[in-house]
C-alpha cells in the first residue's frame, strides 16, 4: 500500500502515454509549436505495462490513460489490451474526436466510463479555442458513446468569456441526456497566461445556474474532485472542480506518470522521480514509488502558500499540462 505522511493511501495512477495533440487548446499546449518528445523517450509499451503493474502490486486499483491525446498515440489499443489485463479498473481522458474508431477495443478492455474535454457548445467557439474545426466529430462521437452505453463526464474548462455565454447550455444538455458536465476552474501551468483575474469559480457559476434552475445538491463520490449537482428533472448533472477557490488535496489518492516516465506525486508539484531511466538501468523501482508518495506536500504541491488570488503564476516550478498529462 503507498501511504503518504498525511496518512493519505494512493491508489489511483493517471498514465500519460504522449505529450502530442492533435488539438491545440491554449490553456494545455501554449506553444503550438512545442517540441513533442521523441518517440525513444516514451515509455514503450513493455515498459508502461511493467510500470503500470508495480504499481498495481503497490495497490492501485484504478489507472486513466491520458495525455497529450491518447488516441494519437499508435499503440494505443496494445497499451489498452495489455492494461486491462491487470486488475484495475481502466478509464480514459480523450478530446474523443478519433474515439469512434476505438469502441470494440474499448468495450473488450471493460472500459465503461470516459471522460471527455469540451470547452464549448458552439463551432465557432470550439474552432477558436482548438484550432481545429471539429466540434461536429466531437458531439457526433458524445452522441455514439451514449448510445453504446459508456458513462460520459464532459470536462469543461470555465474560460473566462466563454462559461458566461455557455454555462446554461451546459446544464441544459443535461435535460434529455444523461451526462455528467464538469465545470474546471482554470488552473495555472507553464506558459499558460494564468492569472487570478481568468479564473471563474464555481460560486460563480453556481449563481449563473440557480437563477434559472431549480436543482439539488448530490452526495459527492469518495476522493472525488467535483462537487456534483442536478437540475430537478433532468436526466444528467453537473458539477465543479474547485481546484483553485477550494482545493481538495486532503482527500487526494492520486499520482501521475508523464509520458516521458517521471513520477508525479501532485498535479502541482515540482519534483519529479525518472521511473523509466531507473527502470532501464535495471534497477528496482518500488522504492522510488515509495519515496515520492512520502514526499508528497499536504497542498497543492507546496506551491501556493496563500490564497490563489495571491499566487504569481510565473514563480510556479511545473510544466505545462499537456507535457504532465491530465
Ligand atoms: N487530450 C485529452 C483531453 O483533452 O481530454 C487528455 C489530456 S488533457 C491535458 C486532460 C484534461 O486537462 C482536459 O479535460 C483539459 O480540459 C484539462 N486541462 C488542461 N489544461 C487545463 C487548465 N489549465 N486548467 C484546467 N484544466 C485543464
Ligand atoms: Fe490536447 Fe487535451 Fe490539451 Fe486540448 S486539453 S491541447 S485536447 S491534450
Redesign the pocket.
Known sequence: MLIDTHARIHDYLRISLTDS?N?R?Q??MPDENIQCLPNKHLMQVDEIEQIAKTFVDLGVNKIRL?????LVRKEFPEILSRLSRLPVEISL???AVLIHKYIDQLKAAGVNSL???L?TLNRDTFKEITKRDQFPQVWDNILLLLDEGFRIKI?T?AIEGVIEKEILDFVAITKDLPLHVRM??????QG?H?NSKKVVTASQMLKWVEQEYDMVKLKDEPHATAKKYKVIGHEGTFAFIT?MSEHFCCDCNRMRLTADGKMKNCLFGSEEMDLLGTLRKGEDIVPFIRNSVLRKHAVMGGQFSKSYKGADASELKNRS??K???
Open positions: 495533440c488539438f487548446c490553456y494545455c491520458t495525455g497529450g491525446e491518447p481522458t480523450t478530446n471522460n471527455i474535454s470547452d470536462n474548462v474546471i476552474e482554470f488552473m495555472p501551468f499558460n494564468w481546484t499540462m499537456i504532465i498529462g491530465g
